[in-house]
């Protein structure tokens, strides 16, 4: 059982950046597929960006495209995301979430909830106005 456990989460003033790390808590044989989502309070859980196995590959949603970059370093088992010129309406728990199976290098893949096996505790981040 792969587990992950995010890690840099906070308060930050708006415009500030702020970067998530994802570790695996055990070293795997096995490189999974990693996504972010963030949940507001009273909000559904959104996706955020996500990188194939490779990393070569990586996806974000429209709207974050510019300001959140998504990194994996396959050596120390962490996927990061670096968040710029945050904003109060980044402000949610902040999920990441790994996948088992066959890629399918499309958004569509990484970008539902509901297709991922392992998901880590939450961050959260907190941007003041």
């Known amino acids: 059982q792969v587990q992950l456990v995010e890690s840099g989460g906070g308060l930050v003033q708006a415009g500030g950046p702020l970067r998530l790390s994802c570790a695996a808590s055990k070293r795997t044989s096995s490189v999974y597929p990693i996504g972010w989502f963030r949940q507001a309070p009273g909000k559904e859980r959104e996706f955020v960006a996500a990188?194939?196995?490779?990393?070569?590959?990586?996806y974000y949603l429209d709207s974050l495209k510019g300001r959140f970059t998504i990194s994996r370093d396959n050596a120390k088992n962490t996927v990061y995301l670096q968040m710029n010129t945050l904003k109060p309406k980044d402000t949610a728990v902040y999920y990441c979430?790994?996948?088992?199976?066959?890629?399918?290098?499309?958004?569509?893949?990484?970008?539902?909830?509901?297709?991922?096996?392992?998901w880590g505790q939450g961050t959260q981040v907190t941007v003041s106005s």
């Open positions: 990188i194939s196995r490779s990393g070569i590959n990586t």
């Open positions: 979430a790994g996948r088992e199976g066959v890629e399918y290098y499309t958004i569509s893949y990484y970008s539902r909830a509901a297709d991922y096996n392992y």
